[in-house]
């Protein structure tokens, strides 16, 4: 990947340059910044650059087999560390990033080098909630693989992509190195959130901010991909806030998916709300002890409202619909409710509870009326 082939940054990538050609690389470098900003591409393509061996207008050649390597992060001198995770891990079970190389290279060839962690994660298929991380066996990896000597280049590099993911064994494994490092090893760390670093890594690494792509540049990209008004072009790159990951998710219309999806969240928290149903918004474990809701909550679908087979009602909109509730033993058989009292598991007593009021500007509920 040569510096011509990244949207933007052109002061930041001339900077970069003078100092490989100066010999004023430091030993460890942080690039910090949003991975819609360049990141990752950027810290591909100054390796390439410090590696070249045909260098030329300020760049690496691109050609020859040092950047064709690098550029498909193969090179042998080059090592790369990332978060990695997995569904059903067992607990104590160790993962290495080289374990899930393949699969990074190939999200890495796809993108251009432009990969967000969502991205990474989705890849990895870790769900809404599973993250990635880096542990303290992989850094036990790095310092062996480190020991080594170098094969082709004149450095070793070892590239950690989030290091904000290391838990903290890793990250005082890497301070050592940090601290005392080999000769000709270069450790580049490209993170998006450098303030959860530790300071002592920190104060150890030359820092160089990666400033958020201008608009101009965001809106001439959406022009080459098929936005031809001009005052629409500039609107989108507005929008994307310097992010070109964004702006492609805007492009794509991906984001319009995302957005209704939480959209139909908030409505259905909402609704349970207005129900005074608030338990349902807090309690999902209750929910899935509970005898009807168990094969619902298993796959994702809204809980019906009652224990009648055919009921297709929402839980949250039983009351307006579903005939059933207006029987006593339809009320009976519905999970929430005590079956000996036909009230809720939660209530004491039928005492009616204050609702909300319907344009109400704040919601009183205290803790203490849970107890009347
Ligand atoms: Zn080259």
Redesign the pocket.
């Known amino acids: 990947m040569r510096f011509a082939d990244i949207t933007g940054q052109e002061e930041l990538k001339r900077q970069l340059v003078r100092s490989i050609d100066a010999g004023r690389v430091s030993h460890a470098l942080l690039l910090g910044g949003r991975s819609g900003a360049g990141i990752l591409p950027l810290a591909v393509a100054f390796l390439q650059y410090l590696n ?3 260098r030329r207008d300020g760049d ?5 087999p ?2 064709l390597r690098i550029a498909s992060l193969e090179h042998p001198d080059l090592h790369l560390v990332f978060p990695v995770n997995r569904q059903g891990k067992k607990s104590g079970e160790a993962m290495r990033s080289d374990e899930f190389l393949p699969l990074f290279r190939k999200l890495f060839a796809e993108r251009r080098g432009w990969v967000s962690p969502q991205q990474w994660y989705d890849r990895l298929d870790l769900g809404r909630t599973l993250r990635g991380m880096i542990a303290a066996r992989e850094a036990d990896e790095i310092i062996r693989k480190l020991s080594f000597k170098s094969f082709e280049a004149d450095y070793k590099t070892m590239l950690v992509w989030l290091p904000e993911a290391m838990n903290e064994g890793a990250a005082n494994k890497i301070l050592k190195i940090l601290e005392e490092p080999w000769e000709r090893t270069l450790f580049l760390l490209v993170s998006e959130r450098p303030d959860r670093l530790l300071p002592t890594i920190l104060s150890r690494t030359q820092q160089i901010h990666v400033p958020p792509l201008r608009p101009e540049v965001l809106a001439q990209y959406a022009q080459r991909h098929g936005v031809a008004d001009t005052a629409e072009a500039h609107r989108r790159a507005r929008l994307a806030g310097g992010d070109l990951i964004a702006l492609e998710h805007l492009l794509a219309g991906t984001d319009d998916a995302r957005r209704r999806e939480d959209f139909e969240l908030f409505r259905t928290l909402m609704r349970l709300s207005y129900n005074d149903r608030h338990l349902e918004l807090i309690g999902p474990r209750r929910r899935r002890n509970s005898r009807a809701s168990s094969s619902a909550a298993s796959c994702g679908a809204p809980r019906a409202c009652c224990a009648r087979a055919s009921c297709s009602t929402p839980a949250w909109n039983a009351s307006a619909t579903c005939g059933a509730r207006s029987s006593p033993s339809a009320r009976n058989s519905h999970p929430s409710s005590d079956p000996a009292t036909s009230r809720p598991w939660w209530r004491r007593s039928n005492r009616p509870w204050p609702r909300f009021p319907r344009t109400g500007t704040r919601l009183s509920y205290s803790p203490i009326s849970l107890s009347r």
């Open positions: 070249c061996r045909h690496s050649c691109g050609t020859c040092d950047c």
